[in-house]
């Protein structure tokens, strides 16, 4: 089903049951909406993605052109008015339906539901780059979910949040933002092993494991502490596999062939990056393959095989890249290449702008995929 087609059934469900009086089924219908608007905003001028030279040096932490939209200030009392401009209309309209939501959550008195609203809404201003904002949002979602007791939205809270400082890190370099990830990310890391166990089913409880794992590597990466790095990507890849966890898995292994490469471990880089790139495969991926061949042909140049890192390179063309300014830097790359240049030709695309986890993540590039909260 295209986009169009599925915002408009959702749209009209909206109207229907406005027009019925029905006010929690319309708060479901906004957060369904603004899920499904957010997923779908942005995506060319996401930012740079695994392969990309800011995956390289951060983990893949994507960073998005945001602004702000002019709404009213008192939708929320206490907390920051809504921002006022956004360059993509999805995000705008996301942010919106997320407003509505929290509303409506409020006149039917559904406290977690407030909580799962405020959440939302700093996922939004944390994309925006709104910081401060995202974060007294995030914080009333921790504190929604303290009152209620309930442990699983009081651990996805502290990953949010810790979330939001690396996301801060890449935007201002803050050794202080780091140490905020990394204190939220065990706090939440142990809500999982000493409140959780036995409550959720294991397999939940593995995943939610693998993504902080991944989150403390990314974290002790930025800190400079490599053993802790190096031990929590392997302990999210371990779960990964055993799991099935192929996005969790691709985000684990390609940031530790990254942390292998810059430390002149050519051989286990490569074993991680292939590794990463079958996973990109198992999921049909071809834009994260794609940067695994980038990043793959960054390593065989430096070793040196300029020939098989220019296959690499024309792999990576074919499948294509998430940015116009990726693709443009694999045909230059190649250029450079064919004309006989081997010295300086970078594969990885230098970063464009601060902030990138990606979730992963990214882990991360996601998207909020790389660096989707446990």
Not at 140 to 161: D, F, K, M, P, V
Request: hydrophobic share 35%.
């Amino acid at each position: 089903m295209s986009l169009e087609r599925e915002l408009r059934q959702l749209s009209k469900a909206k109207a229907k049951v406005q027009r019925a009086g029905h006010l929690r089924e319309e708060a479901a219908l906004c957060h369904q909406l603004g899920e499904l608007l957010a997923g779908h905003g942005g995506r060319e001028e996401a930012g740079p993605g695994p392969g990309s030279r800011a995956g390289l040096e951060s983990g893949a932490r994507a960073g998005r052109d945001r602004g702000r939209l002019a709404l009213p200030a008192d939708a929320a009392p206490g907390l920051p008015s809504r921002p006022r401009r956004l360059p993509d209309r999805r995000y705008a309209e996301a942010l919106e339906q997320h407003w509505q939501e929290l509303q409506l959550r409020e006149s039917v008195g559904d406290p977690l539901g407030c909580a799962v609203a405020h959440r939302k809404i700093g996922e939004r201003l944390a994309e925006m780059e709104d910081y401060p904002a995202a974060l007294q949002h995030q914080h009333r979602y921790l504190e929604l979910a303290r009152s209620l007791g309930n442990h699983t939205e009081l651990q996805r809270a502290w990953a949010t949040i810790g979330r939001t400082h690396l996301d801060i890190y890449d935007h201002c370099q803050s050794r202080d933002a780091l140490l905020q990830a990394q204190a939220a990310f065990e706090k939440s890391l142990a809500i999982v092993d000493e409140e959780l166990e036995g409550i959720l089913a294991q397999g939940e409880l593995n995943e939610m494991r693998a993504r902080l794992y991944l989150n403390l590597g990314l974290t002790f990466e930025s800190l400079q502490q490599t053993a802790l790095c190096n031990d929590y990507f392997r302990k999210s890849i371990f779960l990964s596999e055993q799991n099935h966890l192929y996005e969790d898995l691709f985000r684990a292994r390609y940031n530790l062939g990254t942390v292998h490469w810059r430390a002149g471990q050519h051989s286990q880089a490569m074993r991680c990056l292939e590794g990463a790139r079958e996973c990109a495969r198992t999921m049909k991926k071809r834009f994260m393959e794609s940067e695994c061949c980038m990043a793959i042909a960054q390593v065989l140049q430096d070793l040196g095989d300029f020939l098989a890192a220019k296959r690499a390179l024309k792999k990576a063309y074919r499948l294509g890249s998430q940015k116009p300014v990726q693709r443009a830097a694999v045909c230059q790359n190649l250029q450079h290449g064919e004309s006989g240049g081997r010295s300086g030709a970078l594969i990885g695309i230098c970063r464009d702008e601060p902030g990138g986890q990606g979730e992963v993540p990214g882990g991360v590039y996601r998207p909020p995929s790389l660096m989707e909260v446990a």
